[in-house]
């Protein structure tokens, strides 16, 4: 992808924010859709433990099936790139303390973490994640810090070539418009508009 590319596909993100409503979106995701990302080396800002969390959190959301999952796709790279040279200080601190409570909030309550628990203990916990965050819009610091990161893995997810093309269909050059399609002649979700 070229800096013309990258420069087209972060103005086209960014008036999508604007269309959709900056209020409805995550600091990190607005960041990552309104920021381009520096290309080369990036110091990173998590410890050992909350880098390996990232890598087994962004893979139970987004997990490999025929389909690359979020590991595959590169994502646990892109949001420590994106905590590292877009989130402000106090915001990267937040979400760095948001990790450890999460790491310190499993433990206490299930006795391991997710990253040393076993795909049985792994499910309990994403489903206590999943109905504290979700269920009762928490302002806990482990479900702010989780819900950020499904929002950041999601996104970095179908936003990556991986999940643009291989998971979504994708189609450089869309065509005409057909919104009233029974799913079984669509087969997919379109990443861009379809061409029939």
């Not at 972060?10 to 924010?17: D, G, N, P």
Request: cysteine-free; overall charge negative; charged content about 20%.
């Amino acid at each position: 992808m070229n800096s013309t590319d990258r420069h087209n596909r972060r103005l086209l993100l960014k008036r999508t924010a604007m269309a959709l409503g900056v209020v409805a979106l995550s600091p990190g995701v607005l960041a990552a859709a309104t920021t381009e990302l520096p290309t080369g080396p990036v110091d990173t800002v998590f410890t050992s433990d909350q880098a390996e969390l990232i890598q087994v959190l962004a893979e139970l959301i987004i997990p490999t099936t025929a389909t690359p999952g979020a590991i595959g796709a590169g994502v646990p790279e892109f949001i420590g790139r994106l905590v590292a040279t877009t989130f402000n200080d106090v915001h990267q601190q937040t979400f760095l303390d948001g990790l450890t409570a999460m790491n310190q909030a499993t433990l206490k309550k299930f006795k391991t973490n997710l990253v040393a628990a076993d795909d049985r203990q792994r499910s309990h916990i994403m489903d206590w994640l999943e109905d504290s965050t979700f269920a009762q819009s928490s302002e806990s610091p482990e479900f702010q810090a989780y819900k950020e990161l499904k929002e950041l893995t999601v996104f970095g997810y179908y936003t990556s070539e991986i999940g643009a093309t291989q998971e979504l269909q994708y189609a450089p050059v869309p065509g005409a418009y057909r919104g009233n399609l029974p799913l079984k002649e669509v087969g997919k979700t379109w990443a861009t508009a379809n061409l029939f």
